[in-house]
């Protein structure tokens, strides 16, 4: 089976603008979870997506909002970027949607805002 | 907050030598997860340990967790450079999100 794919893998926006950023999970995994990576706070929960809906979020700002299509794939947006959004955003996949069961990273989106 | 917390946050080893990090955390858990990441690209699912197991071994990986202490120790034996990134603990946080700890970063030299 073909793993977790994310585009774009590289990103450079300007403050106030906005980005999309997706995720393909591994085939037949019905949970998507996002990630944002930084050196200073490191792996931060974002959201999961089940069967197109949320249901878990982190501790995020509303700029921060996601979606998932009736094929699993999942995009994230961040409206109004700031600096501090620069980070690794990293998805996951997981077969049954068990939060404490292995999850399947994909490469990641590295995202440089100026 | 962080719910697993590793320690030592940075390891230098020669290659041959064992590798030993140790991921404490906070809260009860159902399962504790290891990852490995090589130099900021996607997690690498290592092993996972159930809060009913004590020790458990992959190939050159030995995992134990203590429940009573809220901790987890990970040995890598007879290390490799190939083994150099970051290593992480995760733990379910009452079912709603795994949560990682911030990582100790492995260096192998040869």
């Known amino acids: 089976k073909a793993g977790v794919t994310q585009t774009p893998r590289y990103l450079i926006k300007t403050r106030g603008q906005q980005v999309t950023l997706s995720c393909s999970p591994i085939?037949?995994?019905?949970?998507v979870s996002w990630y944002q990576q930084t050196p200073g706070q490191g792996l931060q929960f974002l959201f999961e997506y089940f069967s197109e809906t949320q249901r878990n979020k982190g501790n995020f700002p509303g700029r921060f909002s996601g979606r998932q299509f009736s094929n699993s794939r999942s995009e994230m947006n961040v409206s109004t970027l700031e600096l501090g959004d620069s980070a690794l955003y990293l998805c996951?996949?997981?077969?049954?949607?068990?939060?404490?069961?292995?999850?399947?990273f994909g490469p990641g989106t590295r995202l440089l805002v100026l | 907050s962080q719910q697993g917390e590793e320690d030592p946050q940075a390891l230098s080893i020669q290659e041959g030598e064992n590798a030993t990090m140790n991921c404490s955390y906070k809260t009860s858990i159902n399962n504790l997860q290891w990852y490995r990441q090589n130099s900021g690209r996607g997690l690498v699912h290592l092993i996972l340990i159930r809060s009913n197991e004590r020790e458990k071994h992959s190939g050159r990986l030995r995992v134990t967790l203590d429940t009573s202490k809220k901790s987890s120790s990970l040995l890598i034996t007879a290390s490799r450079a190939a083994d150099t990134a970051s290593y992480f603990c995760a733990t379910d946080q009452a079912g709603t999100a795994l949560i990682f700890g911030k990582g100790t970063t492995l260096s192998v030299s040869s």
């Open positions: 996951a996949s997981n077969p049954l949607g068990r939060v404490g069961e292995t999850q399947y």
């Open positions: 085939s037949g995994h019905r949970s």
